[in-house]
């Protein structure tokens, strides 16, 4: 019984240490370093530069956001802004490698490399960017983080948002896209050069193929819905 009752004050003075932490880290992020803030003025000037259309949430069809958070961050919902163990995993590759490698990276992660950092791919970059994301995480929505990510990366061929995307490669803004259409659009940020379909419609097949795994992974979809997503016709503006 001792025993227990140590293990439970431990547990307890472990949880009181972790909310003192998330609240300075809070006050930090919202007072000293108002990163949201930061975060929403970059993303207007990007969408400003390159004549982007925001969308707000529920203008983002349900397909392409559970395709998008499949495929990039399967834990989104509920991670704090990093995967630990995927950072984990790539920084353990960076110690092998003697150098930067990508990975590990969250939407939330993507987000901030995306406004608020720069090219330059090192070690201390990102760790800065792990920090950044945790901070973002605290004090801007999930819903908010989602639709900023997706209406401020790139999707190839000049495209920054999934608006001006859907039009540059169906000519239709996303409300009127079939799942086949919007599965293939979210597989194109990870690579928009290789998994262009006006470059490649295989290798932008093959991509949508790996966004339809994941999703069926993740158990949004069934294998079968997979299967008809994938004979749903893509019509390619350049057809």
Request: charged letters at 20%.
């Amino acid at each position: 019984m001792s025993f227990i009752r140590w293990l439970i004050k431990i547990l307890l003075w472990l949880l009181c240490l972790v909310l003192v932490a998330v609240t300075g880290l809070h006050w930090y992020f919202t007072h000293s370093f108002r990163i949201a803030a930061m975060v929403r003025m970059s993303a207007m000037k990007k969408e400003s530069l390159y004549h982007s259309r925001r969308l707000k949430y529920n203008q983002i069809p349900a397909a392409f956001r559970e395709a998008i958070i499949s495929t990039e961050d399967r834990r989104f919902w509920w991670d704090p802004g990093i995967d630990p163990v995927g950072i984990g995993r790539s920084l353990i590759v960076d110690v092998e490698q003697d150098g930067y490698v990508e990975g590990g990276s969250t939407i939330t992660q993507q987000l901030v490399d995306n406004t608020l950092l720069d090219q330059h791919k090192t070690l201390s970059r990102k760790i800065r960017q792990a920090w950044d994301a945790i901070g973002l995480s605290l004090t801007m929505t999930k819903r908010e983080i989602l639709t900023t990510y997706t209406n401020v990366i790139y999707y190839g061929n000049g495209a920054y948002g999934l608006y001006n995307a859907s039009l540059t490669y169906f000519g239709r803004p996303p409300s009127q896209l079939n799942d086949g259409e919007l599965t293939m659009l979210a597989g194109i940020p990870n690579n928009p050069h290789g998994d262009d379909p006006f470059r490649s419609l295989s290798d932008a097949r093959a991509r949508q193929q790996v966004v339809l795994h994941n999703m069926v992974d993740q158990g949004v979809i069934t294998p079968f819905e997979a299967k008809e997503i994938l004979t749903e016709p893509l019509h390619l503006s350049s057809s």
